[in-house]
């Protein structure tokens, strides 16, 4: 689509319905949203592999960046 990538963190959401959860609970949570991650244009319809790689590696750190912090402004440590 030739747009920009946003990355969010979430943290304290597996303490507000953890897993098998049937109920909601009234926990702190925090969103943090990233800086906009650009995208190369594609060439034909199609991008590059190496941009695909290179745009994957730097959302992945990001995400993890913004979890990591996230869960520490939620008042819980990073896994």
Do not use: C, N, W
């Amino acid at each position: 689509a030739g747009v920009s990538i946003i990355p969010v963190g979430i943290g304290g959401s597996e303490r507000v319905m953890g897993k098998g959860a049937k109920f909601i609970y009234p926990r702190k949570l925090v969103v943090i949203i990233g800086k906009p991650i650009p995208v190369p244009a594609a060439i034909d319809g199609r991008m590059p592999r190496t941009a695909v790689k290179e745009v994957t590696a730097q959302l992945h750190e990001q995400l993890q960046k913004l979890f990591d912090e996230a869960q520490i402004k939620a008042g819980y440590t990073a896994k």
